[in-house]
């Protein structure tokens, strides 16, 4: 028989805050480490957060993932045009090639001030790119100081709590923990325009299962989100209102979702810095085939572009997917 769940909200609290931190402070492959402190340099950013499918599954090869989190926008090394889009529509995405003992290093760098980060973790965003993305495992690989890691861990609790409390709304009115996060995964990647197949979403919990189990009641408990447990099966209280009004909610965050990931990919074609030769990498990982870029396709791609399609045609790209 289903009981209520009696337990202290702080005790939740302190519970997932600890769960959080030891993520943060996980161990990562030498490479990794080695790649961010060439990438930062003599810059001196609040941290770096590690994620993503190269998180879950190591591959030099492949593409890394990060954020760097900055006390100011002005903290990091763009031009003055980038950071006024970066406050516009954060987040500003980079690419970037370091070599790591003897082999190349690729990755995509996203930066974020912290002002940003907690807004777009907090519950009043609309915007679910951030939040989606920090509710799964990610890694501090570098950071200021005890103060810049405690701001940071403040703002992935923020997005585990945001995550939790969709779930509730999103999910099955009973189910497994996994079935909730399965609902709200395949939520937040209809809402940012990913074309990924259906077991996407479950493969963010293969390996994590124990993590995600812990901390769905415990979010709940936190926020006040009454639930029942019958073994593995929760059951969310919400009111016929409440979850009406949360998915209302939620059809506006699907809906400017779209229109958030259209702008961010215009915005990018003006401030990926790197982006050409990201794409040329992308080619010839899956093709075989070299884009020639010389420096001036490297700054001006979109100028570049009629050039470089050509360039794929004589090479054979377009005849290959014919």
């Excluded at 989190?69 to 763009?78: A, G, I, P, Q, R």
């Excluded at 370091?98 to 980060?117: D, H, M, W, Y």
């Excluded at 709940?220 to 009111?239: E, K, M, N, Q």
């Amino acid at each position: 028989m289903s009981q209520p769940i009696p337990s202290s909200r702080a005790a939740a609290a302190g519970r997932i805050a600890h769960a959080l931190a030891d993520d943060l402070v996980q161990p990562v492959a030498p490479f990794v480490t080695q790649f961010v402190t060439r990438l930062i340099g003599a810059a001196r950013p609040m941290g770096v957060i590690f994620y993503g499918s190269a998180l879950r599954q190591p591959d030099p090869d492949g593409i890394l993932d990060f954020y760097v989190v900055v006390e100011d926008l002005t903290d990091w090394k763009s031009g003055y045009l980038a950071r006024k889009a970066n406050q516009l529509l954060p987040p500003n995405v980079e690419y970037h090639e370091i070599p790591v003992e003897g082999r190349i290093i690729r990755a995509k760098v996203a930066i974020l001030s912290i002002t940003q980060f907690r807004r777009m973790t907090g519950r009043a965003t609309l915007d679910t790119t951030v939040w989606a993305r920090f509710c799964q495992p990610v890694r501090l690989v570098w950071v200021r100081g005890p103060e810049a890691a405690d701001a940071i861990l403040g703002c992935i609790i923020r997005a585990v709590g945001q995550a939790g409390r969709w779930a509730a709304a999103l999910g099955p009115e009973q189910g497994t923990a996994a079935e909730f996060w399965l609902a709200l995964f395949a939520h937040t990647y209809g809402a940012e325009l990913r074309v990924e197949n259906g077991r996407r979403p479950r493969t963010l919990l293969q390996g994590h299962e124990q993590r995600y189990n812990a901390l769905l009641p415990d979010i709940w408990l936190a926020d006040g989100v009454a639930f029942t447990r019958d073994g593995a099966v929760l059951h969310p209280r919400l009111t016929a209102e409440q979850r009406r009004a949360m998915r209302e909610g939620w059809w506006l965050r699907d809906r400017l979702g779209t229109v958030l990931n259209v702008s961010r990919l215009f915005k990018g074609a003006f401030t990926f810095e790197g982006g050409a030769r990201y794409i040329a990498w992308k080619i010839r990982r899956h093709s075989g085939i070299e884009l020639p870029l010389g420096p001036f396709s490297e700054r001006h791609p979109l100028i570049c572009l009629p050039y470089l399609l050509w360039s794929l045609r004589q090479a054979g790209f377009f005849r290959r997917r014919g």
